[in-house]
């Protein structure tokens, strides 16, 4: 979900030390994980999604964009 923040995949990468591939893997995974199926993958509804769950599921990943 990071890259919906305007990260890139190799800034991610960099950030926590990993490979292109694994950050790929992750976010992947992650949003199979909490976002429903219907969203389209947009950055768009993305980032709308998030804010609406910003004080639930997603209150771990603004913590670590707002640092």
């Known amino acids: 979900m990071l890259e919906y923040f305007g990260f890139e995949v ?7 030390g990993t490979s292109k591939q694994t950050v790929k893997n992750q976010a992947y995974q992650a949003r199979a994980a909490v ?9 768009a509804s993305a980032s709308v999604w998030a804010g609406i769950h910003r ?9 670590m964009l707002e640092i």
């Open 35 to 43: 976002v429903p199926p219907s969203l389209p993958p947009t950055r």
């Open 10 to 16: 190799d800034e991610i990468a960099t950030l926590f």
């Open 55 to 63: 004080g639930c599921c997603m209150a771990a990943a603004f913590a």
